[in-house]
């Protein structure tokens, strides 16, 4: 894969919009910029895999030579970026919404993703919000492969080796104030991860699953938009032969992702904030196909289309102030 990303790619990259949005860097902050934009190509490379293909990797070299400055975050994670010695904070271009204006909120992520973004879209603007439904059906931010769903054995689907490209286009496109992400349903199943099976609890796993987290957040915020972490719910897709369930349902393991989640925030004070979404999903924290009597869930997965009516009234007003805050 290559890396030659060069100076004035970056500084391309970060050219005032044609809006006219205040983003400027000065010389010192220019020459960081530079040196992430060529690390991050390694973390997108990461990201990816080495079954990825070839033309998922060239997607991603792309993608990284756009991702902004707050891939300088991520240096606080990754041992393999060596060349900066001294964790930098993301730098502050957010977005500012003049009063009126509706706040644009993204929600990226798989399914569960798509699903309550498609509920919450026709409900947003009562909030003060619209919605961009950016979910990828199927992907997480995993590319481990092969894994196990539902007991069958499956290969990863091409189009998620090129998640983090993805999400990219998704952010340049739609130009968010505030990214809400909603992963950890494929981060939950047995995937086969450095030539052996495991799953989230493997310390060298669940350390992979982070950087990807990580690298997710600094996509979602590289235009200068806040980033709304949402927990896990707890799922039931069904019961084995034998009438248990299946590890990907395991409860435990939804902590777990959400641990991970809580971590990540906890890096990034000010821009990243957790929503609890997972626990509204889930009262008294138990599975629930019905909140507040409404059927939110279909299969014990995915969001109904009426759980927006349940969902909007509680998450709007809270994605709306993140992506109206400086």
Partial sequence: MSVDVSFGQVLEAWAPSPAGRARTLGGPKMLVTAILAVLICGLVAAALGPEAPAAATRGADQAATAVSPLAAGLGRRLP??????????????????????????MFVGDSVAQTTAAGLGPLASRYGGAIANEGIMGCGVTTA????YFGSVSDLLPQCYGWASTWMSAVQRDDPDVVAIVVGRWELMDRVFQGHWTHIGDPAYDAYLETQIDLGVSIAASKGAKVALLTDPYYLRGHTPTGGIFPEDDPARVDLVNGLLHQVAARYPGLVTVVDFGAFLSPGGHFSMVVDGTQVRSDGVHMTPDAGAVLAPWIMPQLVAIGRSA
Avoid: E, I, K, Q
């Fill in 80 to 105: 393999r970026a060596p060349v900066v010695s001294t964790p930098l904070p993301p730098p502050v271009v957010h977005h500012f919404n003049r009063p009126g204006d509706l706040v644009r909120v």
């Fill in 145 to 148: 492969s092969p894994y196990r």
